[in-house]
């Protein structure tokens, strides 16, 4: 490895960065602003700019809900990923869930079980009137 990059001069810049500024330089002198390489390489240089803002954006960006539901759960001593006992794996909150649905499913039926029972008994209290037929022009009720 050589040490002639990383020689500083009077002013303290290294002899690698000097070089990269003339070159830079030279650059700026042969791109005329009219010619099409000079405008390629300020679209290039904007959509670079554009990237990088784009970039710090994204990290400076806030929690999403979904991150914010796993703090939330991680605060309360919960498993941040499935909101059950911490260690809790996907294959058991899967479970756990299932059941809780299951078993809310039962109540659900067994109260629709109760309605229908409740319902019958009142519509045998209230049962219309036997109609029968008399005569062949009209009915009678009892």
């Given at each position: ?21 003339k ?31 784009r970039?710090e ?8 809900p ?33 059941k809780a ?5 039962r ?28 005569s062949k022009?009209?009915?009678?009720s009892?």
């Amino acid at each position: 490895m050589s040490l002639q990059g990383n020689k500083k001069n009077k002013r303290g810049q290294s002899s690698a960065m000097l070089r990269e500024k003339k070159k830079k330089e030279k650059e700026k002198e042969y791109l005329s602003k009219f010619s099409p390489e000079y405008h390629k390489e300020m679209e290039d240089r904007q959509k670079r700019d554009d990237r990088k803002r784009r970039r710090e954006e994204r990290r400076a960006k806030k929690l999403t809900p979904a991150q914010k539901r796993f703090k939330e759960r991680e605060a309360k001593g919960l498993s941040g990923l499935t909101g059950g006992p911490k260690g809790e794996t996907l294959a058991q909150s899967r479970a756990r869930r299932k059941k809780a649905m299951q078993d809310a499913a039962r109540e659900r039926n067994k109260k629709f079980k109760e309605k229908r029972k409740n319902k019958n008994k009142l519509q045998e209290n209230t049962k219309p009137k036997k109609r029968f037929n008399t005569s062949k022009y009209g009915s009678l009720s009892l």
